[in-house]
T-cell receptor, first 114, second 112 residues
Framework: SQKIEQNSEALNIQEGKTATLTCNYT??????LQWYRQDPGRGPVFLLL?????KEKRKERLKVTFDTTLKQSLFHITASQPADSATYLC?????????????FGQGTTLQVKP | DAGITQSPRHKVTETGTPVTLRCHQT?????MYWYRQDPGHGLRLIHY???????DKGEVSDGYSVSRSKTEDFLLTLESATSSQTSVYFC???????????FGPGTRLTVL
């Protein structure tokens, strides 16, 4: 069966450290993968998109990798801050090319302690 | 924030009653989506629209219908609400299926 998995346990790290979140999937061949941030009581906010032919994408303190062989994406936040505390969702495109609907993982909650 | 509003923001209703949720955008984006978010399931697509009067089903469409008579409005209707439809509903928009999605603030629906 098709699955997209994110670590359901909260990730607790110290301020200034690098947070690494994992998104694994099975039985999909996504053309691209997106990461979103969601704060309590609010809608998700788009962060980064990475395509199947890209190994890595960066935006300020954020870095995403996409390994289609391992069927895995890693999301890194360097020099983490308490304001980075939130739930992070990965979403992959299910379907061909740019016509794919997004399938979301359940999200991983990150808590950055000062 | 992208110009997306949802109404109502909160609603409590009884089993068997019809409910309509509204999503309104001011961005003129072609695609609009309705998701529901539940603990243990994450965000799941209910229906989406790729233009005025053009809609298609998502992963969990049973018990829901949608309509889009104008570019800016996308309505989600529960014809006869059930307790299993208690959830937080999010509307989203995008310029195309391949682009990032912008989400509304959500509607918390409780069906008693």
């Amino acid at each position: 069966s098709q699955k997209i998995e994110q670590n359901s346990e909260a990730l607790n790290i110290q301020e200034g450290k690098t947070a690494t979140l994992t998104c694994n999937y099975t039985n999909y061949s996504p053309a691209y993968l997106q990461w979103y941030r969601q704060d309590p009581g609010r809608g998700p906010v788009f962060l980064l998109l990475i395509r199947e032919n890209e190994k890595e994408k960066r935006k300020e303190r954020l870095k995403v990798t996409f390994d289609t062989t391992l069927k895995q994406s890693l999301f890194h936040i360097t020099a983490s801050q308490p304001a980075d505390s939130a739930t992070y969702l990965c979403a992959l495109a299910h379907g061909s090319g740019n016509t794919g609907k997004l399938i979301f993982g359940q999200g991983t909650t990150l808590q950055v302690k000062p | 924030d992208a110009g997306i509003t949802q109404s109502p923001r909160h609603k409590v209703t009884e089993t068997g009653t019809p409910v309509t949720l509204r999503c309104h955008q001011t961005e003129n984006h072609r695609y609009m989506y309705w998701y529901r978010q539940d603990p243990g399931h994450g965000l799941r697509l209910i229906h989406y629209s790729y233009g005025v009067k053009d809609t298609d089903k998502g992963e969990v469409s049973d018990g829901y219908s949608v309509s889009r008579s104008k570019t800016e409005d996308f309505l989600l209707t529960l014809e006869s609400a059930t307790s299993s439809q208690t959830s937080v509903y999010f509307c989203a928009i995008s310029e195309s299926m391949g682009n990032e999605q912008f989400f509304g603030p959500g509607t918390r629906l409780t069906v008693l």
